[in-house]
């Protein structure tokens, strides 16, 4: 148990994260009282003071260390980064550590790095920003200054103002990954309802094609879940849905992610190309058989292969692959064997995700039997699978973060020239408003001066169709005078 005593409330959440991004097997525990718990081994006590903030490291109930910083609380913003940074060198100092990223814990650095290339600063001024203000490596200041100039250009087209995207949910699956932390709608117990789900979004489709009618639509993902785990029919039906609803003359990019090798046939693909749809996801997660079996993908090496190599055959000109890094039981050698199968399949893209351990995943609830078979990421493999993607002229358009991540490092989209993912961008930037159809998703407005609100889906499936026309009002809240 790590124990963090604040007085002062406001900044429990970046603690937390940092503290944990240091010890990511510790129970860390932020709170507001004084006595030691009895399993603490060590303690951090942050002090707001009225000029300063003053941090205190005890192991049991010895000072090991004591820093202190000047802060303006009018700057609330400045006020957290002083406190991350002091932070981040007493934990360095105590565990002679250097994370990657340093005191950054958010999900999107590139965000930070792109504001301040349009605010006309040069690239040598924003790497030098971030590892000065964020203490980020070289190598990951360098990394968001390259993928902050390649988004921008992929985004040289796109109107925020009066462009829109959407995205829709498909939440089913043929099996439960077990890193997986959304709710699981297996299709084997959903066959039968799955057109009232589709009579729902297409209620919900309604709306926001009369809401956004003055608007262009610029890029359509169609997401999941598994979307390919609908029939052809099924899939059909909801395609010519969107056709029939949504003004599709200014799109620049249609995805549906395919994902599950096993749920794709070349009936399904037949649908696809008809409506223009050549950008899939096949991912394979991994190359090997021993590692799917385990994470519960009831696919196989092979059946990758056979999708991937089905799909060229039809016409598919763009097919994107993911993998994750810091699986159970996989090290240097199982990731480099996948590497060099895939870079043999020729993928037009590669997202490399490291493992992030969901609180609500079997993986997490079961951590020590998986912990026990290694979960292992290291700067060496992630440098490995960079090398093998420049050696298939794939290079890095976007980057996000998550909590719990193998390692503390990133998901890195690797893309060839001119296919970079334009609404994986616009979705990570939060540069243009997405409109988000479907149980689970989340539509974002984002305002002229860069204010974002959102609106959810609730998650259950079965609340979903009861409940579409709340789900329906509130959108209308959230974009009403778009």
Known sequence: MIEVIVNRPGFEYDIHS??????????VSVRAREDFQEDTRLRLAVEFTDHEVRAELFEEQNSLNIRTHAVDYEDRKETKNHLKRLIYR?????????LPWGSLTGIRPVKIAMKLLEEGKTNAEVAAYMREHYLASKEKAA???????????VLRDINYRDGYSLYIGIPFCPSTCLYCSFTSYPLSLWEKRMDEYLDALFQEFDYAAEAFRHKKLNTIYIGGGTPTTLSPERLQRLLQKIRASFDTGHLQEYTVEAGRPDSITREKLKVLLSHGIDRISINPQT?????LKIIGRHHTVAQTKEAFALAREMGFSHINMDLIIGLPGEGYEDVEHTMQEVAALGPDSVTIHSLAIKRAARLNLFKEEYEEMGLENNMEIMDMTARYCAEM???PYYLY????????FENVGYARTDQAGIYNILMMEEKQTIVACGAGSVSKRVYPDGRIERSENVKDVALYIQKIDEMIERKR???TDF
């Open 393 to 395: 002229e794939l290079y």
């Open 401 to 408: 973060r998550q909590k719990n991540m193998a390692g503390n």
């Open 90 to 98: 007493m934990l360095s100092d105590y565990t002679g550590q250097k």
């Open 287 to 291: 190359m090997k058989d021993e590692t």
């Open 18 to 27: 940092l503290v944990k991004a240091f010890f990511p097997k510790e129970e």
């Open 477 to 479: 809240k959230l974009l």
């Open 143 to 153: 990394l968001s200054v390259m993928i902050a100039n390649r988004e921008r250009y």
